[in-house]
């Protein structure tokens, strides 16, 4: 249905001596999404993981520079074609609730996304009512603004929004933060029976418990690069991680212990001629920090380490 291939993101940002440089942050990054499946993105904040979902939507800001190419349902996307798919074919559930405009009710809001999609008034109407009711939206919560109600429902009512109509793709990016532990199985759950009505599901989360626990596939990123695509349940079931990133992600979940990594270099110090992951990897060799390992695949995934055998 989906495939992303090669994107690449940088920015351009001004420095103390007047100039100019660009900061890359996204690198590389190929993935493909298939009719019913539920591919996680996982990674860090800063990974670049919201940025993959805004340029697949032309969302990225003005001083954003982007390479690479999307393929839906086997058409290449053209910026105009992407417009024209937007909330149609290709829905998001946004990180920030900011993304609501905050002059129209909410119930409004909602109906509206249903009809863009391609319901007829009526359907788009039961939709609504549906979609108000598996998020714990009370009919009051229609004739609402954005601002008179809480983050929670915001979230709730943006899952709604993506979720009330017809799209085949949907991409839901960190849909259960904020959200209590109840509500967050529920959105869960439904972004499942999503993938089970045939649509393809991008879901975007900081969180390797709510990919393994949902999702087909796990692209992990780290410093916006690919450092493994995995089936989900190699982790659940055999416990056949490769990456040592991944791995440790794995060990930091409260039921394998909590282990923690040491932290993050600071971007400016990051030395970029070896492996991203050297200074915090608890494999790294001398040979690490000289060359930038390349993602290959090892069976049957895909790794970015020069160190993982087959
Ligand atoms: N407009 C911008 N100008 C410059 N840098 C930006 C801009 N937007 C994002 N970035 C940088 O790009 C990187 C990736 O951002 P992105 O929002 O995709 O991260 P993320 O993985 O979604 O993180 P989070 O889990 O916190 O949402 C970050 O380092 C961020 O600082
Ligand atoms: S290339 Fe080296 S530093 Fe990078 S993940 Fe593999 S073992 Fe760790
Ligand atoms: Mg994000």
């Known amino acids: 249905m989906l495939e992303i291939h090669n994107l690449s993101i940088s920015f351009q940002r001004n420095r103390a001596s ?3 440089e660009t900061l890359s942050v996204v690198s590389d990054i190929s993935l493909s999404v298939q009719p019913g499946e539920i591919v996680a993105l996982i990674g860090a904040s800063g990974a670049g993981k919201s940025l993959v979902a805004h340029a697949l939507l032309g969302l990225l800001p003005a001083n954003a520079t982007m390479s690479g190419e999307f393929i839906f349902k086997g058409k290449r996307l053209s910026p105009a074609g992407i417009q024209e798919l937007r909330g149609r074919e290709i829905a998001l559930i946004p990180q920030s609730v900011t993304h609501l405009n905050p002059l129209t009710r909410v119930g409004k809001q909602v109906y509206r996304s249903a009809r863009l999609s391609g319901r007829c008034a009526d359907t788009a109407h039961t939709s609504c009512d549906r979609t108000f009711a598996r998020y714990q939206l009370a009919d009051t919560v229609k004739s609402m603004y954005p601002f008179q109600i809480s983050r929670g429902m915001a979230r ?20 259960t933060t904020g959200l209590d532990p109840e509500v967050s199985e529920q959105s869960l759950a439904h972004l499942k029976e999503l993938a089970t009505q045939g649509k393809g599901v991008v879901l975007i989360t900081h969180d390797l418990e709510n990919g393994v626990q949902i999702a087909d596939t796990l692209v992990v990123l780290y410093e916006g ?10 982790l659940e079931e055999n416990d056949l991680i490769m990456h040592p990133y991944t791995r440790s992600l794995w060990q930091a979940l409260p039921r394998n212990g909590f282990m923690s990594l040491p932290p993050t270099p600071s971007s400016s110090t990051l030395n970029r001629n070896g492996c991203l992951f050297a200074e915090r990897c608890p494999q790294a060799r001398p040979g690490c920090r000289q060359s930038a390992p390349s993602l290959r695949r090892v069976n049957h995934k895909l790794v970015r380490c020069n160190h ?3």
């Open 18 to 20: 007047f100039d100019r």
């Open 156 to 175: 709730r009512v943006l899952t709604a929004t993506a979720t009330a109509g017809n799209a085949n793709l949907i991409i839901a990016d960190e849909p």
């Open 225 to 234: 690069m690919t450092v493994e695509i995995t089936p989900a349940r190699a």
């Open 308 to 310: 993982v055998a087959g």
